[in-house]
């Protein structure tokens, strides 16, 4: 049964791959293993309490019905307004007609990949980029090329001259991007925005950690710096609210919008209604503000637990920038290695991470690693770099 | 801003359509319009006291964290289980490793196409066929092939034929469909499914009304009687449960739901956690079965009552058949004409339809209506019978 072979697929299943992150998380569901590998928000940290009572009120309310209903492809309407009224751009620079609820931004993704990509087409990503974008991007056959980066962000030199060849898309996550944790500052924001203002290929910024700053709040996104017309903006709820919702957003021209909106009807109809007037609801709660206040708070300790504890253990064998926010910290083997086989010894003493080079292009990055520290309690976090260090040691690379 | 001229869009996009019910739907808001155009289960028969106290709950035990943390991209487990539970095949027809919960059954359509379709492949529909599969399969460039069906069902010679050309799918809705209530009985399905066991090509059986009969329960589909290797059948708990949930799954063969559950990973992560931890608890409620008995009793009743006043009012000018099961019935003008244009006529009256050509190959079906039953209590029915009626008075087609 499902002999494999026997199957007449489409050319696209080709671009069809396990994310790695996938496969070590399968193997991590051991509780005896810290695990540093997955990208997610403390349930502990959840507003459960409130979504409890605020699911009975909703219930109970006469909307009801409405919550349990089909709804329409682009989502609840007073959820629509609430999130331009939350976004980080001047009033009216998104319209009611340019905004779509998508399930997870992960759909975004999908969404626009579907409407730009054919086959071959190039999409720019930063290096590293966001493993759940080049999923997308490669199952619809797109030639992704990764732009080289500093501690600022994209170069733009390097911006300029790809888009030259009037690629699909460039797909930017400035802000504490998954996995490097990098925020650009406002000059290379302000550079990049020039950069783009000067080419026809879209924008496709992803924003979801933007609310998760420890320091200082970042930034204004470089799509509202852009030519309106070639702008896509994406948001999500995930780590603010909760990930099991699904509730995503994303921002464009209504030109596009209106064709992404037929292009999620022919996907899954619509957003599920329950979640969308549940996180209408919390988006709507005074305690929500001091919620995500809460997030920032505990997340930045466990930041500084992580980047603590490496710097009085491992400031020698790894390199790494403070993230200023997001869930995320970046290192690189300062004498170089691999960090997969690094990740077969922390496996041996319990620990788990992601090896870097699933974010780069094929080969690249394999001195790097990824680790998460928005899951684990700054206990954990202090004993899971010591495993660390006992898997590096000896470790040759 | 938005100059549609102007954006590099993939090919595919040609295939994309606003369907006209959508289009209806949006004029139909009006409260002195009683709609037959929409596929909405009846709101005031939601199960939403029982959801009420599930959710909270839920929401209260120790479930809570993994409802709303992200989920596994094959769904919850035990879900899982519970769908292949209630499933009408034999069990152990199709295990665990099989069985994958979507956004919605729209959801396995958009997922399926996109493992089997490339442009220009060809697909095998009913006629009428489903409106939200076209979109689908046209999204990904099908061509889409349209097969002869009388009042038992697809006709066996005609698929026979079809397949020889060796199509990519052959999608089918046997039970109840959507739109034309039409259920294959115990003896079309074994020909069909024998004229199957010679080819193949793909079985995509859709089932979401199986559980809403009226006369007699179905017949098994047919799914469980080809090749298991050559089967996906989807279901779909939006008219036994609450669409807004966007619930469905998908059964298939192992080797063909583990590439789609990585089609799945890039399109949506999974699917929302929240909604299938309420479903789960509902499922497993023994008020659950009562619920689904009373949607069977209760829109039996609206059947009759459509029923009834067509064949008081309008014998002469409609030709149909009770249906059996489902949300519709499906008409056709006995003198012919154009049902678009007497579909103005009934919008003046103060009543909706969905005019049959969409569910057809482009210019044909125009004689054909689909008429909901489910959403409209007993005296609208009725009502709305009346309207059509005056509608008709001097329609010369």
């Not at 992150?21 to 540093?36: A, C, G, M, W």
């Amino acid at each position: 049964m499902g002999d494999e072979a026997s199957y007449d697929l489409s050319r696209r299943v080709e671009g069809l791959r396990s994310s790695a992150i996938r496969e070590i998380l399968r193997v991590v569901n051991r509780p005896d293993v810290i695990s540093f590998a997955g990208g997610l928000p403390a349930p502990e940290l959840f507003p459960t309490e409130l979504l409890g009572r605020l699911s009975l009120e909703l219930l109970q309310s006469r909307e009801a019905p409405q919550a349990l209903q089909y709804g329409e492809t682009e989502g609840v309407p007073a959820l629509r307004q609430r999130i331009l009224q939350r976004v980080p751009f001047v009033p009216g620079s998104f319209g009611l007609e340019g905004a779509l609820v998508t399930q997870g931004s992960q759909q975004g993704l999908d969404l626009v990949t579907k409407l730009f990509v054919d086959p071959g087409d190039e999409v720019l990503v930063e290096t590293p980029a966001y493993v759940g974008a080049l999923q997308a991007f490669r199952f619809f056959g797109a030639r992704v090329t990764f732009l080289p980066c500093d501690a600022e962000g994209v170069l733009p030199g390097a911006l300029a001259e790809a888009l030259r060849r009037r690629p699909k898309l460039v797909y930017l996550t400035p802000t504490f991007q998954n996995p490097s944790g990098l925020c650009y500052g406002e000059a290379r924001r302000a550079e990049v925005a020039e950069v783009l203002r000067g080419s026809t290929t879209l924008l496709l910024e992803d924003d979801p950690y933007r609310e998760i700053w420890f320091d200082a709040a970042p930034p204004a996104p470089i799509a509202g710096r852009v030519d309106p017309a070639r702008a896509v903006y994406m948001g999500s709820f995930s780590k603010t609210a909760v990930p099991g919702l699904r509730i995503g957003f994303l921002l464009g021209p209504p030109a596009l919008v209106r064709r992404l909106v037929l292009a999620k009807q022919a996907t899954d109809l619509h957003t599920n209604t329950l979640g969308q007037h549940l996180l209408l609801r919390l988006l709507s709660e005074p305690a929500f503000e001091e919620h995500v206040a809460g997030l920032r708070r505990i997340y930045r300790a466990r930041r500084d637990a992580l980047h603590g504890a490496l710097e009085r253990q491992l400031a020698g064998r790894l390199t790494w920038q403070r993230p200023g926010g997001g869930m995320f910290l970046w290192a690189r083997l300062s004498g170089g290695g691999d960090a997969a086989r690094l990740l077969e010894r922390a496996l041996a003493q319990g620990l788990a991470f992601v090896p870097g080079g699933e974010f780069h292009a094929e080969g690249q990055g394999r001195d790097t690693l990824r680790l998460n520290f928005s899951f684990s309690g700054e206990e954990k976090l202090e004993e899971g770099v010591r495993r660390l260090e006992r898997a590096l040691e000896g470790f040759a690379g």
